[in-house]
Nanobody, 124 residues
Framework: QVQLVESGGGLVQAGGSLRLSCEAS????????MGWFRQAPGKERDVVAA????????YYADSVKGRFTISRDNAKNTVYLQMNSLKPEDTAVYYC?????????????????WGHGIQVTVSS
C-alpha cells in the first residue's frame, strides 16, 4: 500500500520561503505524475503545480508562477515544492497527489492517491 506523506509546512512571514516535501512510502512507483494542490477555508481544492514522471515537464498555476518550483527525485520517491516570496493569500492546506499515469493533469479528480495535507500559513 503506497502512502504519500507531506512535510515542511508551517508559519512564515510574507516574503519568506518554505520547501514542502512529499515522500511516497510502500510499493511506490516512480512512473507517476505528481501534483501539489491547495485548499483554503471555504474554497475548492486547486492545483498549484504538477510534474510528469520524468520531471521533464511542469505546470504552474498563474498565481504562483515565478515564485514556486516543483521538482522530484525518483531515487528517493520524493517530490518537492519550493515556495519563495510567499504571500498571505498562499495560506492553505497543501496536498500532494499521485496520478496513475505518467503525464500531469490540473484536475484533482485525475489523481488517484492523496496525502493527508499540511498547513502553510503566511502572516502579513
Amino acid at each position: 500500500q503506497v502512502q504519500l506523506v507531506e512535510s515542511g509546512g508551517g508559519l512564515v512571514q510574507a516574503g519568506g520561503s518554505l520547501r514542502l516535501s512529499c515522500e511516497a512510502s510502500g510499493r511506490a512507483r516512480s512512473s507517476n505524475a505528481m501534483g501539489w494542490f491547495r485548499q483554503a477555508p471555504g474554497k475548492e481544492r486547486d492545483v498549484v503545480a504538477a510534474i510528469n514522471w520524468r520531471g521533464s515537464t511542469t505546470y504552474y498555476a498563474d498565481s504562483v508562477k515565478g515564485r514556486f518550483t516543483i521538482s522530484r527525485d525518483n531515487a528517493k520517491n520524493t517530490v518537492y515544492l519550493q515556495m519563495n516570496s510567499l504571500k498571505p493569500e498562499d495560506t492553505a492546506v497543501y496536498y500532494c497527489a499521485a496520478r496513475s499515469l505518467a503525464g500531469w493533469n490540473t484536475r484533482p479528480r485525475e489523481y488517484d492517491l492523496w496525502g493527508h495535507g499540511i498547513q502553510v500559513t503566511v502572516s502579513s
